[in-house]
């Protein structure tokens, strides 16, 4: 059996080496490294892809950033989302100045339980940023219904769940990252499509709303040293795109792998008692960028795996609101009390493209001995 990695890109790049060594030749003798060439390509599949227009940007917190200065969020404007999240859902909304307000999570699916929104919004309130978190949407139908009542804008958060679709009760799908304002989306190699490096995009469905993303990242510039606003600078290179561009081809495939790999594991965990294993919403497919488990005395388990060689890794292990970093938002201990409580039991265990038969069954079986 080969060793067990947390994330095995190496091992996913060599089933396509030859695709993604020329296309990054092509990149190093085209000479366009920026802009046009495999950015422009890679854009318009993706755009194809998702329906909608798509920006590429240098990562995913940028593409988050972006989209708040593209709505023209203010200083002392507030977003409702959810602290169980990567640190750049909120980073970027405290960096612009914009008041993050916590919402607690649903235990079950990890995402923001819709059910506290209402009760979150003030008059200062100018948008929800719900989070797909580990590959699966949360419940975009009602938080449409609540944006459209008080007039709010939607940021998805889909840095994790590219390629997952969510579910409408009248049967329609989308796919996330396209149902709000904006989507954001991130390509940092351990994603669902991951470059071998930083990348990100946006997505959005309103052309002028594209074109002011579009602006932002490109130093607020309306056409060549002319600039309209005060922008930043955020690019996709064509190296990245290249790759991505390769990768994107498979991601059908890849998808297709991880939800194999979730199957086993939730086949050989569920009978177990004390583990709680990650629920498939009915809204949702679920694209498992991670695969989560709840348990106690998480850490011992945790250990217990490491004596085997299996990898594995907590996220998150402290709800944003309780991080240094942003205790000046007021929150304290028992705020936010799901949130607390699901950091102190989440395990996520190895999970990527490449995990073989004999690889999960070494996995499930550790757990199981664990437990017996
Ligand atoms: C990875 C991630 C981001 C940020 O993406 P980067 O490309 O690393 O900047 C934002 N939000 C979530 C939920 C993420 O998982």
Known sequence: MQPIKMVDLYGQYLKIKEEVDHSVQEVIESSVFLKGGKVAVFE???????????????????????????????????????PFTFVSTVEVLVFLGIKPVFVDIDPATFNIDVNLIEDAISPKTKAILPVHLFGQCANMEPIMAIAKRHKLKVVEDAAQSLGCLYKFT?????????IGDIGCTSFFPTKNIGAFGDGGAVFCNDPDLADKVRSLANHGME????????????????IQAAILEVKFKKLGNYLSARKN?????????QPIQEIKTPLQSTFSTHTYNQYTIQIEERDRLQAFLKEHGIPSQVYYP????????????GYKEGSLPTSELVSQKVLSLPMHTELDIDQLGFISNSIKEYYS
Do not use: W
């Not at 009248?170 to 396209?178: A, N, V």
């Not at 790999?261 to 965990?269: G, R």
């Open 318 to 329: 402290k709800p944003l609101h309780l991080q240094k970093a942003y205790t000046n938002l």
């Open 170 to 178: 009248d049967g329609s799908r989308q796919q996330s990252g396209t």
């Open 223 to 238: 056409k060549k040293y002319h600039y309209k606003s005060v922008g930043i600078n955020s690019r996709l290179d064509a």
């Open 44 to 82: 318009k599949e993706l755009s194809d892809f998702l329906g909608c227009h798509v920006i590429s940007c240098g990562n995913g917190t940028d593409a988050l950033q972006l989209a708040f200065m593209a709505l023209g969020l203010k200083q002392g404007d507030e977003v409702i989302t959810t």
């Open 261 to 269: 790999a979730a199957s086993h594991y939730n086949k050989q965990l």
